[in-house]
């Protein structure tokens, strides 16, 4: 094996070997266990959530692999429809086209040839990760089998009364020409401004105050011109008295009604607020409680109607409704418009007055254009009687949350859950099965040919509607179309319900609820037995990753590497203001002066799971990273250690007679602890415990112990063969069960290590994936081989703290003498004086008699023992001294600079809370090495 480890030839190598031989398809023959990829967007590329989700996702998946169960990870992606569509509409630009000059279905071979050429890009790079889905079976919701399931789930849910077309409120994309979903939507904080507008009273009405006007507060004054009415809160004295009675709408001379709704806060400016139901969420809410007119007064553009278009609350069109509009604004952007109302109440002297106010503004996460609350007719699915069954599945446990807290979000937005619109004005997506006649009537069904029987339509002309479903219909059907559903299929039968969902707490609602409803509705099953949900992951110091903040990561970049300019170019391309990109370049060679190393994909992996603890949000610090490299380099250094001395020798690989030490029998009884512990981890989904569990056996007691510890019987030519015999068997059995134990962490170093040593172990087989899991032995736990070697452990770790503090060399043997040393000490002194001398570099050690005086000593415990290093000889005291009070000057000197630093108000009041931390950090460590030194010289004063 090389004696350096460099992962990326190992993990190209074994990943195509994993797939070329199909080691990733279900062939266990236990109890089956599924987990279905959460489908990337078609578009996507790799970050650091979908990292340590699959990361995550693997582990488990390994492991059950392992355990024996028939294992099915289920891969696919999602078509993505804005983004993909998007993307082909900004190449047809290039060339000077739109999509309408091709027609719908020339753009659509477009966007189809797109996806057979680019879109693969994301799988390509899970494949980097090592994630072990069944690629035999990958899925996307664009393919024929899934798009037949999506047209079924429709067919279905609105023969059932659950689907319907009506004229709503929804986010509307003013440039995409679109409805999107909340998730789509962003909001900014930007600087803004209030307008405080002047509405007069009808009828020669007063305010208490004796005023003939109201005044409205508003951030969007365009809206006015479809306002409904003002709203007070009716318990709000001053104006309790006008409640039923009217204002004169400015600019429109329309009179709606002053109304009492508990929506108002009588703390928020006047106590006044007007109501555009058309044109506000929270304002349609009141307008159904209130029976107000929709008066919608923009188009598709945004731009204001010439002539208001007013709808009833059911839809219907109000035609005894005045809607008419100030000519003057017509054809106006709403923004221009906005500017334009406001100059006209100014001319006529109803502009009270203009607050600055921060708000937060919607925008498309894919356009950027501020997204605009507007009258559409859409589909929706009727959610609440869907949701009911939903709620019960998981209330009766059928369904668990991990942790169990996120069950309370999920039953606060399925309580008050709305129906959900359904339909998108795109090309590409699963276009709607339903059709309308000349007259408008509607009819849904599989297809056209189904259509026309089934209402007996003969040869009256049909339109299909040409809008097309939201990608979130046909990822809810995610676990069981993947399967092949409607047919049932032996997958379907045999894979669902699925396992577990591993997922982020954001799209609990708009992906996880979904998945519920429309699984139980469709299927009459849950779609998953349990929702591991993982919090988001964030930069070192707990910030959001984000391009504007410069402090993303690209976990491909932290598998190969990348240099320093690479990277800064990476972060600051398209940054369209030159003074960001130029403080995201600084900041990024501050951070990385030598661009980021080359950590490989197993350090990563573990990095992740090591984080994931119960739903916390993740700090992603490089330094983790590297610690974990470190970590796959010490396996793979102990690998080599252990084959130099095992590789052609005798290691009882056929149970041959074999002499285990109490050093043999310690380590095999820690780790069967260990075997228990990282699985009773996993078992709770607590990746992070089950990660430490592992590292603390490999690092601190195999190789750091262990390895050692045997050394003296493997390089004792005087040792019995059964002994030796012994000591190589555990040498390369443990090593072997850890590789087992490891793997569904990192799978590409165990891999390439297990192959090396399986024949050694007494093990055969292609692939380590395919290995039984770990099985702790209770028989094999030996308390008392742990005790004694726990006792060996401390008596070397006193030894070497002495060395350290008094400085003397390793090389330079010493007496021990041993004091209070009760019976037992002695017994084990007894029976391992010789390994502890060997290792521990002892001239000498004896036991102190009760007539005995303690000589001047260093002195270090083990248990009630002492153990002491005479200094006679071993230091020079005033050297060492002198030495130690340079450096106490040095450390009192630092704790009073940040001391003082922190004693200054000033500072303390401008510095951020992370420099604060910082330096609060540093004077708890100056202080706490401070206090050890003092002692420290204390005892070599005394000597």
């Not at 600019?251 to 506000?280: M, N, Q, S, W």
């Not at 259509?451 to 299909?464: E, K, W």
């Not at 992740?608 to 380099?633: P, Q």
């Amino acid at each position: 094996m090389d004696k350096t480890y460099q992962p990326h030839e190992i993990e190209s190598r074994w990943y195509a070997e994993w797939e070329a031989k199909n080691y990733f398809a279900p062939q266990g023959s236990g109890e089956s266990y599924t987990i279905a990829l959460p489908p990337p967007n078609v578009t996507g590329s790799l970050h650091m959530g979908h990292g340590f989700n699959n990361a995550i996702m693997d582990a488990l998946i390994r492991f059950r692999r392992m355990q024996g169960r028939n294992t099915l990870w289920q891969p696919g992606t999602d078509h993505a429809g804005i983004a993909t569509q998007m993307v082909v509409e900004r190449q047809l630009a290039a060339q000077n086209l739109s999509r309408h000059d091709l027609g719908r279905d020339k753009f659509l071979e477009k966007v189809w040839e797109w996806k057979e050429q680019s879109g693969g890009t994301i799988t390509r790079q899970i494949r980097r990760l090592g994630s072990s889905v069944d690629w035999s079976r990958e899925r996307f919701t664009m393919d024929e089998g899934l798009s037949e399931a999506v047209k079924e789930a429709f067919v279905r849910l609105h023969e059932d009364g659950l689907i319907y077309r009506g004229k709503r409120l929804v986010n509307w994309d003013t440039k995409l020409h679109t409805a999107i979903s909340d998730l789509e939507v962003e909001n900014h904080d930007e600087k803004g401004s209030l307008w405080n507008l002047r509405y007069p009273l009808a009828d020669g009405e007063k305010t208490a105050e004796g005023l003939d006007y109201l005044i409205v507060a508003t951030t969007r004054p365009e809206t006015m011109l479809g306002d409904s009415a003002v709203a007070v809160n009716p318990n709000d004295e001053r104006y309790q008295a006008l409640i039923g009675k009217f204002v004169e709408l400015p600019l429109v001379g329309r009179r709606i009604p002053i109304i009492g709704d508990d929506y108002c806060d009588p703390e928020f400016g006047t106590g006044c607020v007007k109501i555009t139901p058309a044109h506000d969420f929270n304002d349609y809410e009141v307008g159904k409680r209130h029976h107000l007119p929709l008066i919608n007064i923009l188009d598709k553009d945004a731009a204001i109607l010439a002539k208001a278009q007013v709808f009833n609350l059911d839809g219907s069109v109000n035609s005894d409704f005045d809607a008419s509009l100030p000519a003057q604004f017509a054809g106006l952007d709403r923004f221009e418009a906005r500017k334009q109302i406001v100059a006209a109440f100014d001319a006529l002297g109803l502009l009270e007055k203009i607050d600055d106010h921060a708000l937060k503004v919607p925008k498309g996460d894919r356009s950027g254009t501020v997204i605009e609350p507007w009258l559409t007719d859409q589909w929706y699915v009727s959610t609440k009687p869907l949701a009911e069954k939903a709620i019960a599945a998981v209330e009766d446990g059928s369904i668990q949350f991990v942790p169990k807290q996120y069950e309370n979000m999920y039953f606060s937005w399925m309580r008050d859950i709305q129906d959900w619109c359904i339909s998108r004005q795109l090309w590409w997506g699963h276009r709607i099965p339903a059709w309308y006649d000349e007259a408008g009537n509607v009819y849904v069904g599989r297809d056209e040919a189904e259509v026309r029987a089934r209402h007996n339509l003969g040869d009256i002309a049909l339109r299909q509607d040409d809008d097309v479903l939201d990608t979130w219909f046909s990822s809810g059907l995610w676990t069981f179309s993947t399967l092949g559903w409607p047919e049932q299929t032996d997958f379907l039968k045999t894979f669902h319900p699925t396992d577990v969902l591993v997922t982020g707490f954001d799209i609990i609602f708009f992906w996880v609820a979904r998945m519920i409803m429309m699984s139980l509705h469709l299927t009459g099953q849950i779609p998953f037995k349990t929702v591991y949900v993982h919090g988001l992951v964030r930069d070192s110091q707990g910030h959001k990753m984000s391009k504007s903040k410069g402090n993303v990561l690209d976990p491909l970049d932290i598998v190969d590497g990348i240099d320093l300019e690479t990277l800064v170019a990476k972060r600051t391309s398209g940054m369209m203001q030159p003074k960001l990109a130029e403080k995201i370049a600084k900041q990024t060679r501050a951070e990385f002066p030598e661009g980021i190393a080359s950590y490989g994909t197993d350090a990563l992996r573990f990095t992740f799971c090591s984080l994931a603890s119960t739903g916390r949000d993740i700090k992603f610090d490089m330094g983790r990273v590297e610690g974990y490299r470190n970590f796959c380099n010490k396996l793979w250094n102990a690998t080599n250690f252990v084959l130099e001395n095992t590789d052609g020798q005798d290691c009882g690989a056929n149970d041959e007679a074999v002499e285990l030490s109490p050093v043999d029998r310690w380590i095999i009884s820690a780790l069967q602890r260990c075997e228990q512990d990282v699985t009773r981890h996993l078992d709770q989904f607590r990746f992070d415990l089950a990660a430490q569990s592992l590292y603390e056996f490999v690092w601190d007691e195999y190789c750091a112990w262990y390895l050692e510890l045997v050394k003296p019987v493997l390089w004792d030519e005087t040792a019995s063969v059964e002994r030796q015999r012994g000591t190589r068997r555990t040498l390369v059995r443990v090593l072997e069960v850890i590789l087992r134990l490891a793997h569904p962490f990192m799978p590409f170093i165990t891999e390439e290590i297990w192959q090396r040593i399986k024949a050694l172990a007494g093990k055969e087989g292609p692939t380590l994936m395919l290995q039984p899991w770990p099985v702790a032995n209770e028989a094999r736990i030996d308390a008392a081989a742990e005790a004694d070697i726990g006792w060996v452990k401390d008596f070397m770790l006193g030894v070497r703290q002495i060395r350290g503090e008094m400085k003397i060399s390793m090389a330079k043997r010493i007496d021990v003498v041993l004091a209070n040393a009760s019976d037992e000490d002695q017994r084990r002194l007894a029976a391992f004086e010789p390994l502890i001398a060997k290792l521990a570099k002892l001239e000498s050690v004896r036991v102190l008699q009760a007539s005995e005086e303690a000589p001047l000593a260093a002195t270090a415990l083990v248990g009630d023992m002492q153990v002491l290093v005479p200094m006679a000889g071993l230091i020079d005291k005033n050297a060492e001294l002198a030495r130690l009070d340079k450096e106490l000057a040095r450390l009192e000197g630092e704790v009073k600079r940040v001391g003082g630093k922190l004693a200054n108000e000033g500072f303390v009041a401008k510095a951020p809370a992370e420099v604060l931390d910082k330096e609060r950090a540093k004077l708890a460590e100056a202080e706490q090495a401070l206090a050890k030194l003092a002692e420290q010289r204390a005892r070599i004063a005394a000597l």
